[in-house]
């Protein structure tokens, strides 16, 4: 359970510095991880963004010093790290529906979000299959695209991506270059501190044009089976880990590319058998 009472010490300091400035690196430190997959857990187990989540808690404050207080609008923009009275009329309208001006001319209803706290879940009502595998170093070729800061937009994002594949015919180049018979992997990973999606086969062969090479080293591996809907099932499955499987596990999060593991079907199904790598380690004693 350590690491999710890092991670609300992270949003401890989040909370703390509303009206300051905020360090992704500082909040990344205090949770135990780099910058990059802090924020990718956060968002899997928060189910936004972090970026999304800090806007959200800055207007949510911006609103009680707007209705408690007759500081002047261009001042409490200034407060929350808003230079323009333009920038933050945005923000606010974005999340309350309103401008701050129209806030204490109306008195409208608004939206308040609350501060996270991340608790261990215990269902016990679905179990979840899977086993941990110590794998040798893997070399994947494909295609890649990156991902943002919106998890919704990624979400999106990444059907189409596997459609278009479809579409125009390099999922059938993927399935020729494959040394394996596991499938076509779906892996999320970073690049210069940038995440990105690779559509990939495990291969030895040669790199095609207009395809990139992502090497992965050796490590322990946790392997979900999945059946269901691939999209509303990888997503549960990923906060699981996180909120269930992780806390009792003796192990950490390796910090290494997500793998999905999708069967080789022609028509590409939205559903059926898969499986989720997450590489772990030993927590350390």
């Keep these: 359970m350590e690491w999710l009472q890092n991670l609300n010490k992270a949003i401890d300091y989040i909370e ?6 905020i360090s992704y690196d500082e909040a990344a430190r205090i949770a135990c991880c780099s910058t990059t997959y802090f924020q990718r857990m956060f968002t899997y187990a928060a189910g936004i963004s972090l970026s999304e989540y800090i806007r959200r808690r800055k ?5 009680f010093d707007l209705q408690t207080t007759k500081c002047k609008v261009l001042d409490i923009a200034l407060k929350y790290g808003y230079a323009s009275p333009t ?3 945005r923000a606010f309208q974005a999340v309350h529906g309103v401008s701050p001006v129209s806030l204490r001319r109306t008195g409208k209803p608004l939206t308040a979000y609350l501060p996270i706290r991340f608790t261990v879940t215990v269902s016990g009502k679905q179990p979840m299959s899977y086993r941990i595998e110590e794998k040798k170093a893997m070399r994947f070729v494909g295609i890649r695209f990156p991902l943002t800061q919106n998890m919704e937009e990624n979400q999106n994002m990444v059907p189409f991506f596997w459609d278009k594949l479809l579409k125009n015919g390099q999922i059938n180049s993927l399935y020729d270059l494959t040394d394996e018979p596991f499938g076509i992997a779906g892996i999320t990973h ?3 501190d940038q995440f990105y999606y690779s559509v990939a086969a495990a291969s030895s062969k040669a790199v095609p044009i207009g395809m990139n090479v992502l090497e992965i080293p050796a490590a322990v591996w946790v392997v979900f089976e999945c ?9 549960a499955i990923f906060r699981r880990f996180l909120t269930e499987w992780l806390p009792f596990s003796g192990y ?11 069967p080789i079907n022609h028509d590409m199904s939205e559903s059926g058998h898969f499986e989720i790598w997450i590489a772990i380690k030993k927590v350390k004693n």
């Design 190 to 192: 970073t690049l210069n």
């Design 87 to 89: 920038s933050f009329n």
């Design 59 to 63: 207007m949510t404050q911006a609103a």
């Design 227 to 235: 059946d269901g809907l691939f999209k509303e099932a990888s997503q």
């Design 16 to 21: 703390n510095n509303l009206d300051k400035e």
């Design 252 to 262: 950490a999060y390796a910090e290494l590319p997500d793998i999905e593991i999708y």
